[in-house]
């Protein structure tokens, strides 16, 4: 499918795996530019080693504004302008009970946008009527939906939160 994306740039956090490197291979497919962001270097070279055309690769740590003001200013010196913002950093930070976390840990998880994988795996093995698949999204799952997201097929959407779970979120209805 022809998203007619072709032309702009994307810039990707947590670009060195999963959800992040399955978007920039589905967004460079489409034939967008790529902004590539990590906080390893190496990992993230290795990352864009797997991607067609010649991504910029910038590190940065999301919870320093400097850094992100940088990763910006590197992205638009090289093409121009940032077209699309994948923001798929994550980190899982300290665990156990928010409310008895240090107010550090709780901010350090918020600032980046965690996902917990722990919390995932113990959604799916709990007793649910609608979690028939029994495992997560796949990255590249999540990644095409990103990419439709991000083009002008989804020029209508907006303030929608796009379940990619297989059904395993059923809406109660009154």
């Not at 992040?20 to 034939?31: N, R, S, V």
């Not at 997560?136 to 002008?152: C, N, P, W």
Request: with cysteine.
């Amino acid at each position: 499918m022809d998203l007619a994306i072709r032309g702009k740039t994307a810039l990707i956090t947590g670009a060195q795996g999963g959800i992040g490197l399955a978007t920039a291979k589905c967004l460079a497919a489409e034939g967008v530019s790529l902004v590539l962001s990590d906080m390893d270097a190496e990992l993230l070279s290795r990352a864009a080693d797997e991607i067609d055309g010649d991504p910029l690769c910038v590190v940065a740590d999301v919870t320093d504004q400097a850094e992100i003001d940088a990763l910006v200013r590197q992205g638009v010196e090289r093409f121009g302008a940032i077209d699309i913002v994948v923001h798929a950093a994550g980190v899982t930070g300290a665990k156990g009970d928010p409310l008895e976390l240090s107010d550090d840990d709780y901010e350090h998880a918020w600032q980046i946008d965690c996902t917990f994988e722990e919390a995932i795996e113990s959604f799916l093995e709990e007793e649910r009527p609608g979690i028939v698949a029994k495992r997560r999204g796949e990255a590249d799952e999540v990644a095409f939906v990103i990419a439709m997201l991000a083009s002008q097929h989804a020029s209508f959407v907006n303030g929608s939160n796009v379940r990619v779970d297989g059904g395993s979120v059923i809406s109660v209805q009154s």
